[in-house]
Each structure stands twice: as structure tokens, then as C-alpha cells.
Antibody, heavy 114, light 110 residues
């Protein structure tokens, strides 16, 4: 069974940083690209970025480019999202999702507030 | 980054059929097709289709998807109460090198 488990969310002040993790199991993690997708409270889905299986190429949404960094450790079956200079508008549930959006985690909530 | 266009809401009766639409352009939906996701309140999204017509295992055959030009469609037949949810489409935009989502359609089963 495919499982994606996000962690690392919490309450931070504007301008601070946070690192999210996504632990994967049940599939060959090293063979699949991975996405981060977020959803602000009561809003729709917003794509954050994508990393290829080998980390050779990483794409970002304009809204996070230069502030967020996606990385992965295939030896640990883990995906990461480093979020710097957080803003109020970054507050959302953050999901990791497998390539083609095949599988999703339960999400982790990031709250940005002073 | 402009998103895909979906109607905000659709209402249909129990056991009726509903068709949801998603309009993009030749760089996204018209290029590689669209994915369709279902999200119930308080739960993560669930993939129904990828690249317009590919159904992952375990998805009910009451769900079908198609594409015509730059518009993708999701049809649900024999509507059940559990089909009431938000439905999102998404696609890779080859011009912008980003994934774009539609704003979502809230399906109400009357």
C-alpha cells in the first residue's frame, strides 16, 4: 500500500523558516517524481513544485520561487520542502503527492501569523 | 500563472448524471490532457483520472473522462450521495513548466 506521510508543519511568524518532510513507502520512491501541493483554508489546490526522480530538475510555482526549495533523499525515501521568508499567504495545508498526482499524503498544516 | 477554468458549482439529482468541464489552452489541457481529482471535505484529494482518460485502479466505472481540444470533461453517472465533493482538474503547462489547477467545482447531489 502506497503511503505518504507529511510532517514538520506548525505555527511560525512572518519571515521565519520551516522545513517539511514527506516519508514515502509502498512504491519505488527513487523511480518517481514528486510534487508539493498546498491548499489555503477554504480555498482550492495550488501547486508548489515538482522534483524529478533523480533531483536533476526541479520546477517551482512563481509564488514560491526563490523562497522555497524542494529536495529529496532517495536512500531515505523522503521528500523535503524548505520554506524561507514565510508570508501570511503561505498559510495552508501542504501535501506531498506522487508523480501524476497518483497518491497524496494527509497533509501538514503551516500557519503563518504574528 | 493562469489556472484552468471550472464552473464553481454543479447540482444534480440522485441517480442522475453530471458532466464537469475544465478549460485550458493548447499548452496544458490541449497538450497532455488533464487530471481529475476528487476531494471530500476534510480529506486529501484523490486522483480519478490522469492525462484525461487514464483511470487508476479502484476508481468506479461510474466515472469517465474525455477531452476535446482544450477542454476536458468528467462525467459521473448514477450519482450517489458519496459523490458530493469538490472536483479539481490539473494539467502540466509545457510553456510555463508548471502544473496548473482549476479552481474546483463543488458538486451537490440533491
Amino acid at each position: 500500500e502506497v503511503q505518504l506521510v507529511e510532517s514538520g508543519g506548525g505555527l511560525v511568524q512572518p519571515g521565519e523558516s520551516l522545513r517539511l518532510s514527506c516519508a514515502a513507502s509502498g512504491f519505488t520512491f527513487s523511480s518517481d517524481g514528486m510534487n508539493w501541493v498546498r491548499q489555503a483554508p477554504g480555498k482550492g489546490l495550488e501547486w508548489v513544485g515538482y522534483i524529478t526522480s533523480s533531483s536533476s530538475t526541479i520546477y517551482y510555482a512563481d509564488s514560491v520561487k526563490g523562497r522555497f526549495t524542494i529536495s529529496r533523499d532517495n536512500a531515505k525515501n523522503s521528500l523535503y520542502l524548505q520554506m524561507n521568508s514565510l508570508r501570511a499567504e503561505d498559510m495552508a495545508v501542504y501535501y506531498c503527492a506522487r508523480d501524476k498526482l497518483l497518491s497524496w499524503g494527509q497533509g501538514t498544516l503551516v500557519t503563518v501569523s504574528s | 500563472q493562469a489556472g484552468l477554468t471550472q464552473p464553481p458549482s454543479v447540482s444534480k439529482g440522485l441517480r442522475q448524471s453530471a458532466t464537469l468541464t475544465c478549460t485550458g489552452n493548447s499548452n496544458n489541457v490541449g497538450n497532455q490532457g488533464a487530471a481529475w481529482l476528487q476531494q471530500h471535505q476534510g480529506h486529501p484529494p484523490k486522483l480519478l483520472f490522469y492525462r484525461s482518460e487514464n483511470r487508476p485502479s479502484g476508481i468506479s466505472e461510474r466515472f469517465s473522462a474525455s477531452r476535446s481540444g482544450n477542454t476536458a470533461s468528467l462525467t459521473i453517472t448514477g450519482l450517489q450521495p458519496e459523490d458530493e465533493a469538490d472536483y479539481y482538474c490539473s494539467a502540466w503547462d509545457s510553456s510555463l513548466s508548471v502544473v496548473v489547477f482549476g479552481g474546483g467545482t463543488k458538486l451537490t447531489v440533491l
